[in-house]
């Protein structure tokens, strides 16, 4: 089975997709979109991309192609930890503190403000469509004497120096990548990160009616159904005209949810079921066992 993921190789969504599936063969794509339309096309059965950070909140991206682009349901998520580290050419790891230019994709340099303030304060960032990304080129571009921002992976991959390990604000730090395909793929409940289920939903309200919001949050709360989130954005339609997101703790049944459905479409507003799923849980942010080089 051909999976497709936000590369290059060395990627956070890589290593998510080599935790959960390790047997199967991976395709690196270049940028979110790229991995929509390679499923799409039929070029691969699964794709994984990442849909929200612990600290950056959600990647917009992922969403809009999610409810304006494309007709793919959700199924799976994968939660995995974040660490970031800061890496160099090894020709230049000596003079790291010399840095011209650092690289990396924005949620990962936001991430590590307090470092870069810190240690390589007024050097400029430019932002890559990944930190793997990054990684690749610094290891093609040594004269250029810039660092980046990646994880332990893209610095084995691409052949970097990791000179400071662990650089990220806040050491609780989580990805949520979710898998989507056009056909139904069980994907086996594991023992060891296997968590539960959840199902996502896309609400739009009716146009000027008060309290609508309120009517729809009613509609899971009697029947105490768990928001794990809810979440704004955008229909693109005008200033003012929004849809929700919401997670609800609980695989999709023949009563509950069925019922939320049909009341809130009572109440004029339009839903969508994006995808009922199984949701895991990779590993922890501990410290590597690498020697960093100072």
Partial sequence: MRIGFLGPKATFTDIAVREMFPKEQSVPYATIPDCFDALMADEIEMAVVPLENALEGSVNITLDYLVHEVDLPIIAEVTSPVRQHFMVHPMNKDLWKETGIIYSHSHAIAQCHKFLHRELKGI??????????????????PDIRGGAIANELAAKEYGLAIVREDIHDVHYNHTRFIVLSKKEIPISERKNSFKGYKTTVMITLPSDRAGALHQVLSAFAWRKLNLSKIESRPMKTGLGNYFFIIDVD?????????????ELEALDCKVKILGSYPYYQLGVAEKSSLHVNS
């Fill in 250 to 262: 609980m695989k999709q049944d023949d009563i509950l949810i069925p019922g939320v459905v049909a």
């Fill in 124 to 141: 400029p960032c430019e932002n890559t469509t990944s930190t793997a990304a990054a990684a690749q080129f610094i290891k093609s571009n």
